[in-house]
Protein backbone atom coordinates (compact mmCIF):
# COMPACT_ATOMS: atom_id res chain seq x y z
CA UNK A 1 0.00 0.00 0.00
CA UNK A 2 1.54 3.73 -0.75
CA UNK A 3 1.56 6.39 1.68
CA UNK A 4 -1.39 8.17 -0.07
CA UNK A 5 -3.03 5.41 0.21
CA UNK A 6 -2.71 4.87 3.63
CA UNK A 7 -3.10 8.44 4.70
CA UNK A 8 -7.03 7.95 2.27
CA UNK A 9 -7.99 5.14 4.72
CA UNK A 10 -6.75 6.45 8.24
CA UNK A 11 -9.10 9.79 7.09
CA UNK A 12 -11.85 7.32 6.75
CA UNK A 13 -11.27 4.84 8.81
CA UNK A 14 -14.45 4.62 11.38
CA UNK A 15 -12.43 6.67 14.59
CA UNK A 16 -11.61 9.06 11.76
CA UNK A 17 -15.33 9.37 10.62
CA UNK A 18 -16.32 9.45 14.25
CA UNK A 19 -13.95 12.94 14.31
CA UNK A 20 -14.90 14.60 11.90
CA UNK A 21 -19.10 14.30 12.10
CA UNK A 22 -17.83 15.52 16.13
CA UNK A 23 -19.07 19.17 17.28
CA UNK A 24 -16.32 21.85 15.87
CA UNK A 25 -15.43 22.97 19.57
CA UNK A 26 -13.78 19.60 19.33
CA UNK A 27 -11.53 20.89 17.50
CA UNK A 28 -10.86 23.92 18.98
CA UNK A 29 -10.67 22.22 22.29
CA UNK A 30 -7.71 19.98 20.65
CA UNK A 31 -5.92 22.79 18.88
CA UNK A 32 -5.82 24.53 22.63
CA UNK A 33 -4.36 21.54 23.85
CA UNK A 34 -1.84 21.59 21.50
CA UNK A 35 -1.19 24.99 22.43
CA UNK A 36 -0.93 23.78 25.95
CA UNK A 37 2.18 21.24 24.88
CA UNK A 38 3.99 23.44 23.15
CA UNK A 39 4.16 25.77 25.76
CA UNK A 40 4.93 23.55 28.35
CA UNK A 41 7.59 22.04 25.86
CA UNK A 42 9.38 24.92 24.39
CA UNK A 43 9.22 26.70 28.12
CA UNK A 44 11.26 24.02 29.43
CA UNK A 45 13.66 23.97 26.15
CA UNK A 46 14.13 27.74 26.36
CA UNK A 47 15.00 27.66 29.84
CA UNK A 48 17.36 24.93 29.66
CA UNK A 49 19.02 25.86 26.52
CA UNK A 50 19.42 29.37 27.57
CA UNK A 51 21.09 28.04 30.94
CA UNK A 52 23.28 26.42 28.58
CA UNK A 53 24.17 29.58 26.61
CA UNK A 54 24.92 30.91 30.23
CA UNK A 55 21.71 33.00 30.80
CA UNK A 56 18.70 32.92 32.61
CA UNK A 57 18.82 31.30 35.69
CA UNK A 58 22.29 31.12 35.94
CA UNK A 59 21.19 30.34 39.96
CA UNK A 60 20.55 26.62 38.76
CA UNK A 61 23.33 24.26 37.78
CA UNK A 62 22.84 22.61 33.88
CA UNK A 63 22.17 19.61 35.52
CA UNK A 64 19.34 21.00 37.96
CA UNK A 65 17.79 23.00 35.62
CA UNK A 66 17.42 20.12 33.26
CA UNK A 67 16.56 17.89 35.86
CA UNK A 68 13.48 19.76 36.67
CA UNK A 69 12.14 20.77 33.58
CA UNK A 70 12.09 17.04 31.88
CA UNK A 71 8.71 16.02 33.18
CA UNK A 72 7.59 19.49 31.74
CA UNK A 73 9.09 18.65 28.72
CA UNK A 74 7.61 15.15 28.29
CA UNK A 75 4.16 15.73 29.59
CA UNK A 76 4.03 18.80 27.01
CA UNK A 77 5.01 16.07 24.26
CA UNK A 78 2.46 13.68 25.10
CA UNK A 79 -0.14 16.50 24.86
CA UNK A 80 1.02 17.71 21.50
CA UNK A 81 1.12 13.95 20.34
CA UNK A 82 -2.31 13.17 21.34
CA UNK A 83 -4.01 16.22 20.28
CA UNK A 84 -1.68 16.25 17.34
CA UNK A 85 -3.45 13.13 16.56
CA UNK A 86 -7.06 14.19 16.72
CA UNK A 87 -6.05 16.85 14.70
CA UNK A 88 -4.51 14.49 12.05
CA UNK A 89 -6.74 11.43 12.05
CA UNK A 90 -10.03 13.34 10.40
CA UNK A 91 -7.83 14.88 7.64
CA UNK A 92 -4.93 13.19 6.42
CA UNK A 93 -4.80 13.34 3.58
CA UNK A 94 -4.84 17.16 3.66
CA UNK A 95 -2.33 16.79 4.90
CA UNK A 96 -0.63 14.03 2.85
CA UNK A 97 -0.27 16.91 0.46
CA UNK A 98 1.09 20.01 1.89
CA UNK A 99 4.63 20.20 1.92
CA UNK A 100 4.91 21.62 5.55
CA UNK A 101 3.48 18.78 6.98
CA UNK A 102 6.49 16.56 5.57
CA UNK A 103 9.04 19.59 6.65
CA UNK A 104 7.60 19.23 10.58
CA UNK A 105 7.64 15.59 10.57
CA UNK A 106 11.78 15.67 9.64
CA UNK A 107 12.41 18.19 12.16
CA UNK A 108 10.17 16.59 14.90
CA UNK A 109 12.15 13.39 14.10
CA UNK A 110 15.62 15.49 14.30
CA UNK A 111 14.58 17.21 17.79
CA UNK A 112 13.36 14.16 19.57
CA UNK A 113 16.78 12.21 18.24
CA UNK A 114 18.60 15.37 19.34
CA UNK A 115 16.69 15.51 22.23
CA UNK A 116 17.16 12.22 23.75
CA UNK A 117 21.12 11.99 22.53
CA UNK A 118 22.93 15.14 22.86
CA UNK A 119 20.59 17.38 24.55
CA UNK A 120 20.65 14.43 27.35
CA UNK A 121 24.23 14.02 27.23
CA UNK A 122 25.22 17.55 27.67
CA UNK A 123 22.25 18.24 30.58
CA UNK A 124 24.13 15.66 32.52
CA UNK A 125 27.71 16.47 32.80
CA UNK A 126 28.87 18.54 35.49
CA UNK A 127 31.19 21.45 33.23
CA UNK A 128 30.55 20.69 29.13
CA UNK A 129 32.38 22.57 26.74
CA UNK A 130 31.36 25.83 26.70
CA UNK A 131 31.69 25.23 22.52
CA UNK A 132 29.55 22.08 23.21
CA UNK A 133 27.29 23.75 25.46
CA UNK A 134 26.02 26.58 22.73
CA UNK A 135 26.20 24.71 19.68
CA UNK A 136 23.89 22.21 21.49
CA UNK A 137 21.67 24.98 22.37
CA UNK A 138 21.04 26.43 19.11
CA UNK A 139 20.69 23.48 17.65
CA UNK A 140 17.62 22.17 20.36
CA UNK A 141 16.27 26.16 20.09
CA UNK A 142 16.16 26.06 16.30
CA UNK A 143 14.79 22.51 15.54
CA UNK A 144 11.75 22.90 18.14
CA UNK A 145 11.25 26.14 16.99
CA UNK A 146 11.14 24.85 13.62
CA UNK A 147 8.52 22.10 14.41
CA UNK A 148 6.56 24.99 16.08
CA UNK A 149 7.15 27.03 13.06
CA UNK A 150 6.25 24.67 10.31
CA UNK A 151 3.30 23.49 12.28
CA UNK A 152 1.86 27.19 11.96
CA UNK A 153 2.89 26.97 8.16
CA UNK A 154 0.67 23.81 7.69
CA UNK A 155 -2.26 25.84 9.06
CA UNK A 156 -1.51 28.67 6.51
CA UNK A 157 -1.22 26.32 3.42
CA UNK A 158 -4.28 23.73 3.94
CA UNK B 1 -13.74 59.68 16.79
CA UNK B 2 -15.93 56.23 17.12
CA UNK B 3 -14.16 53.27 18.16
CA UNK B 4 -15.56 51.21 14.70
CA UNK B 5 -14.08 54.91 12.79
CA UNK B 6 -10.74 54.36 14.58
CA UNK B 7 -10.81 50.58 13.21
CA UNK B 8 -11.24 51.52 10.09
CA UNK B 9 -8.80 53.92 9.48
CA UNK B 10 -6.38 51.17 10.67
CA UNK B 11 -7.68 48.87 8.49
CA UNK B 12 -7.92 50.89 5.15
CA UNK B 13 -4.65 51.96 6.32
CA UNK B 14 -1.27 51.38 4.19
CA UNK B 15 0.40 49.00 7.33
CA UNK B 16 -2.69 47.71 7.76
CA UNK B 17 -3.64 46.68 4.61
CA UNK B 18 -0.22 45.55 3.90
CA UNK B 19 0.03 43.01 6.52
CA UNK B 20 -3.74 41.61 6.29
CA UNK B 21 -2.99 41.15 2.34
CA UNK B 22 0.73 39.57 2.35
CA UNK B 23 1.95 36.50 1.82
CA UNK B 24 4.47 36.10 4.29
CA UNK B 25 4.67 39.09 6.78
CA UNK B 26 0.83 38.57 8.40
CA UNK B 27 1.51 34.60 9.47
CA UNK B 28 5.33 35.87 10.65
CA UNK B 29 4.20 38.01 12.94
CA UNK B 30 0.61 35.52 13.93
CA UNK B 31 3.48 32.55 14.20
CA UNK B 32 5.96 34.74 16.57
CA UNK B 33 3.08 35.82 18.38
CA UNK B 34 2.06 32.10 18.98
CA UNK B 35 5.48 30.56 19.64
CA UNK B 36 7.05 33.75 21.50
CA UNK B 37 4.03 32.67 24.34
CA UNK B 38 6.67 30.00 25.33
CA UNK B 39 9.11 32.93 26.79
CA UNK B 40 5.85 35.28 27.63
CA UNK B 41 3.32 33.40 29.34
CA UNK B 42 5.07 30.35 29.64
CA UNK B 43 8.06 32.06 32.34
CA UNK B 44 5.25 33.88 33.72
CA UNK B 45 3.58 30.22 34.20
CA UNK B 46 6.69 29.42 35.97
CA UNK B 47 7.16 32.00 38.38
CA UNK B 48 3.62 31.65 39.20
CA UNK B 49 3.92 28.29 40.19
CA UNK B 50 6.42 29.18 42.79
CA UNK B 51 4.42 31.92 43.51
CA UNK B 52 1.99 29.18 44.55
CA UNK B 53 4.27 26.62 46.02
CA UNK B 54 4.45 24.08 43.38
CA UNK B 55 7.54 24.19 41.96
CA UNK B 56 11.19 25.39 42.35
CA UNK B 57 10.54 25.90 45.96
CA UNK B 58 13.91 25.85 46.77
CA UNK B 59 14.99 28.93 44.98
CA UNK B 60 14.46 32.22 47.02
CA UNK B 61 11.42 33.59 44.72
CA UNK B 62 13.17 37.03 44.47
CA UNK B 63 15.97 35.20 42.84
CA UNK B 64 13.55 33.58 40.37
CA UNK B 65 12.03 36.70 39.61
CA UNK B 66 15.37 38.77 39.17
CA UNK B 67 16.85 36.31 36.69
CA UNK B 68 13.64 36.31 34.46
CA UNK B 69 12.65 39.62 34.17
CA UNK B 70 14.79 40.56 31.38
CA UNK B 71 13.44 37.97 28.87
CA UNK B 72 9.65 38.10 30.48
CA UNK B 73 10.05 41.73 29.56
CA UNK B 74 11.36 41.18 26.14
CA UNK B 75 8.77 38.25 25.70
CA UNK B 76 5.69 40.37 26.30
CA UNK B 77 7.19 42.89 24.52
CA UNK B 78 7.50 41.15 21.51
CA UNK B 79 4.23 39.58 22.40
CA UNK B 80 2.31 43.07 22.38
CA UNK B 81 4.10 44.25 19.66
CA UNK B 82 2.81 41.24 17.67
CA UNK B 83 -0.25 41.40 19.15
CA UNK B 84 -0.69 45.41 17.80
CA UNK B 85 0.15 44.85 14.22
CA UNK B 86 -2.54 41.49 14.22
CA UNK B 87 -4.86 44.02 15.64
CA UNK B 88 -3.96 46.73 12.67
CA UNK B 89 -4.76 44.94 9.94
CA UNK B 90 -7.58 43.23 11.04
CA UNK B 91 -9.65 46.18 13.34
CA UNK B 92 -12.91 46.14 11.65
CA UNK B 93 -13.33 42.75 11.84
CA UNK B 94 -12.20 42.16 15.66
CA UNK B 95 -13.44 44.67 17.40
CA UNK B 96 -17.15 42.49 16.70
CA UNK B 97 -15.90 39.85 18.53
CA UNK B 98 -17.04 39.70 22.16
CA UNK B 99 -14.32 37.26 22.96
CA UNK B 100 -11.52 39.37 21.88
CA UNK B 101 -12.94 42.63 24.35
CA UNK B 102 -12.82 39.44 26.87
CA UNK B 103 -8.93 38.94 26.23
CA UNK B 104 -8.42 42.15 26.74
CA UNK B 105 -10.26 42.83 29.46
CA UNK B 106 -8.59 39.99 31.02
CA UNK B 107 -4.99 41.18 30.44
CA UNK B 108 -5.75 44.20 32.19
CA UNK B 109 -6.51 42.27 34.86
CA UNK B 110 -3.82 40.77 35.01
CA UNK B 111 -1.42 43.93 34.39
CA UNK B 112 -3.67 44.68 37.71
CA UNK B 113 -2.40 41.54 39.94
CA UNK B 114 0.76 42.25 38.75
CA UNK B 115 0.83 46.22 40.00
CA UNK B 116 -1.08 45.00 43.30
CA UNK B 117 1.79 42.36 43.50
CA UNK B 118 4.83 44.58 43.01
CA UNK B 119 3.38 47.27 44.70
CA UNK B 120 2.17 45.54 47.70
CA UNK B 121 3.40 41.94 48.15
CA UNK B 122 6.57 42.05 47.21
CA UNK B 123 7.14 44.74 49.17
CA UNK B 124 8.35 42.60 51.86
CA UNK B 125 9.37 39.70 49.62
CA UNK B 126 12.57 39.47 52.14
CA UNK B 127 10.01 37.92 54.76
CA UNK B 128 8.10 34.97 52.50
CA UNK B 129 11.37 35.24 50.09
CA UNK B 130 12.32 31.20 51.02
CA UNK B 131 9.46 29.92 52.30
CA UNK B 132 8.39 26.91 50.14
CA UNK B 133 4.69 27.62 50.57
CA UNK B 134 4.33 31.71 50.78
CA UNK B 135 1.51 33.97 52.51
CA UNK B 136 -1.80 33.39 51.29
CA UNK B 137 -1.97 36.67 49.36
CA UNK B 138 0.90 36.14 47.15
CA UNK B 139 -0.37 32.40 46.46
CA UNK B 140 -3.76 34.31 45.47
CA UNK B 141 -1.89 36.49 43.28
CA UNK B 142 -0.01 33.60 41.59
CA UNK B 143 -3.21 31.70 41.07
CA UNK B 144 -5.05 34.70 39.71
CA UNK B 145 -2.15 35.07 37.56
CA UNK B 146 -2.33 31.60 35.97
CA UNK B 147 -5.92 31.68 35.87
CA UNK B 148 -5.86 35.24 33.46
CA UNK B 149 -3.21 34.22 30.90
CA UNK B 150 -5.14 30.57 30.41
CA UNK B 151 -8.13 32.69 29.67
CA UNK B 152 -5.89 35.17 27.84
CA UNK B 153 -4.60 32.14 25.41
CA UNK B 154 -7.78 30.06 25.17
CA UNK B 155 -10.23 33.89 23.87
CA UNK B 156 -6.52 34.35 21.60
CA UNK B 157 -7.31 31.31 20.25
CA UNK B 158 -10.69 31.25 19.47
CA UNK B 159 -10.37 35.36 17.94
CA UNK B 160 -9.52 33.54 14.29
CA UNK B 161 -11.94 30.50 14.92
CA UNK B 162 -14.64 32.73 15.14
CA UNK B 163 -13.92 35.14 13.07
CA UNK B 164 -14.76 33.62 9.89
Avoid: C
Wanted: proline share 3%; net charge positive.
Amino acid sequence: MSTQELFNSIQHSTVSASLTHLNHLFGAVAQLTHITGLVLLLTSIVLVNLRLLGVGLTGYSVIDLAKSTRRFIWIGLALLAISGLFIFLPAATIYYINPFFWIKVELLIAAVIVQLTLFRWVTTKDHPSPVLAKSTAVLSLVLWFGVGASGRIIGYLN
Amino acid sequence: MSLIGFAQVLYDSEIGTAIRESLFVFPFIEGTHLLTLSISVGLIALVDLRLVGLFFRDTPASQLIRQLRPWLLGGFAVQFVTGLLLFWSLATKVIELPVFWLKLAVILLAGINLLWFELKLARNIGEWDSQQIPPKAVRFAGWASLGFWIVVVISGRLIPYLQY
